[in-house]
Antibody, heavy 122, light 107 residues
Framework: QMQLQESGPGVVKTSQTLSLTCTVS??????????WAWIRQPAGKGLEWIGR???????NYNPSLKGRAAISMDTSKNQLSLRLDSVTAADTAVYFC??????????????WGQGTMVTVSS | DIQMTQSPSSLSASVGDRVTISCRAS??????LAWYQQKPGKAPNLLIY???NLRGGVPSRFSGSGSGADFTLTISNVQPEDFATYYC?????????FGQGTKVEFK
């Protein structure tokens, strides 16, 4: 059973770069053609899709982030990464990594990490 | 972006009640609609995909329906473990977007 686990610094200073890693265990990221995504949730608020990367390397981002996000994957390490530049207090949130399913389940996120809290502070 | 609007934002229910949550998309999204359940401090958990397909292991008291741009999540015979926040999500176009959530509280 595949599991995802996010990790990161916890606190990032305003205007600096947030870097998060999602480590996949239980199976290889390359075992099939999945989409891997980052999603965030400010405290007490809803879910915001940040972007996704396909096994082929194709990437989509949320335009609301104005080019500040970069998603990558390293199948040799079984890791997904997120970099978010020029952070502000508005980027304070719980960040989740997630994986879609196959076939009909391609339309939803079947597996999620537990999430990691990131606070942006001056 | 496709906007997803849920109603109500919150509701109160008793164990055994039937609960319905609505989700409206800003355009037709065909079958690209999923529902998630989220409990405090936890990640969302997929319940239903493609409007009405129950994910394996999800109790049959959960059901989804709808078409076009209007969708409904129904929980029949609400159980104590069902008190949570529910989100709809569209996956027709990126950016994938979520409804603002509906919190189901104990009456």
């Amino acid at each position: 059973q595949m599991q995802l686990q996010e990790s990161g610094p916890g606190v990032v200073k305003t205007s600096q770069t947030l870097s998060l890693t999602c480590t996949v265990s239980g199976d290889s990221m390359a075992s099939d053609d999945y989409y891997w995504a980052w999603i965030r949730q400010p405290a007490g608020k809803g879910l915001e899709w940040i972007g996704r990367i396909y096994s082929s390397g194709s990437i989509n981002y949320n335009p609301s982030l104005k080019g500040r996000a970069a998603i990558s994957m390293d199948t040799s390490k079984n890791q997904l990464s997120l970099r978010l530049d020029s952070v502000t207090a508005a980027d304070t949130a719980v960040y989740f990594c997630a994986r879609d399913g196959l076939g009909e389940l391609r339309v939803a996120y079947e597996i999620w990490g537990q999430g990691t809290m990131v606070t942006v502070s001056s | 972006d496709i906007q997803m609007t849920q109603s109500p934002s919150s509701l109160s229910a008793s164990v055994g009640d039937r609960v319905t949550i609505s989700c409206r998309a800003s355009q037709t999204i065909y079958t690209y609609l999923a529902w998630y359940q989220q409990k405090p401090g936890k990640a969302p958990n997929l319940l239903i995909y493609a409007i009405s397909n129950l994910r394996g292991g999800v109790p049959s008291r959960f059901s989804g329906s709808g078409s076009g741009a209007d969708f409904t999540l129904t929980i029949s015979n609400v159980q104590p473990e069902d008190f949570a926040t529910y989100y709809c999500q569209q996956s027709l176009h990126t950016p994938w977007t979520f409804g603002q959530g509906t919190k189901v509280e104990f009456k």
